[in-house]
């Protein structure tokens, strides 16, 4: 049960930036399964990607990642490119804050 629990928490810190990020910028599918899907498609691309290239530095990859995300969400959510680049770079510090906000709730109980 705390293993549901748990998945059902790391599942919506991922979907829901990513679900805000495409609202804010007026991307055509915005359900929840959209953003589900363009998630795995991303992460999917970036594995494939992160393969043929081999020894990338952090700072490397975190470029290269963006633009790959950005592709996948280009796809799924029905939007252009550079609208795909803004809502990888807002749904990646979106994340970021939930973490912290999520981490320092925890920290307090």
Same mark, same amino acid.
């Given at each position: 049960m ?6 059902? &928490?790391?599942? !919506?810190?991922?979907?829901? /930036?990513?679900? @805000?990020? !495409?609202?804010?910028?007026? *991307? ?5 399964f959209s953003?589900?899907? *363009?998630?795995?498609l *991303?992460?999917?691309? #970036?594995?494939?990607v992160?393969? @043929? &290239? /081999?020894?990338?530095?952090e700072?490397?990859?975190?470029l290269?990642?963006? /633009?790959? %995300?950005? &592709?996948?969400? @280009? ?9 795909g680049?803004?809502? %990888?770079? &807002? #749904?990646?510090?979106?994340?970021i !804050? +939930?973490t912290? +906000?999520?981490?320092?709730?925890v920290? *307090?109980?």
């Amino acid at each position: 049960m705390e293993f549901l629990i748990l998945l059902i &928490i790391v599942v !919506a810190i991922l979907v829901v /930036p990513l679900k @805000m990020a !495409a609202g804010m910028l007026g *991307a055509r599918n915005t359900g929840v399964f959209s953003c589900l899907f *363009a998630l795995l498609l *991303a992460v999917i691309i #970036q594995h494939f990607v992160g393969g @043929m &290239i /081999p020894g990338v530095t952090e700072e490397l990859g975190l470029l290269i990642t963006i /633009p790959l %995300a950005a &592709i996948a969400y @280009m796809l799924v959510l029905g939007t252009g490119f550079l609208k795909g680049i803004l809502i %990888a770079i &807002i #749904q990646g510090l979106l994340t970021i !804050a +939930l973490t912290l +906000l999520l981490g320092g709730f925890v920290a *307090a109980v």
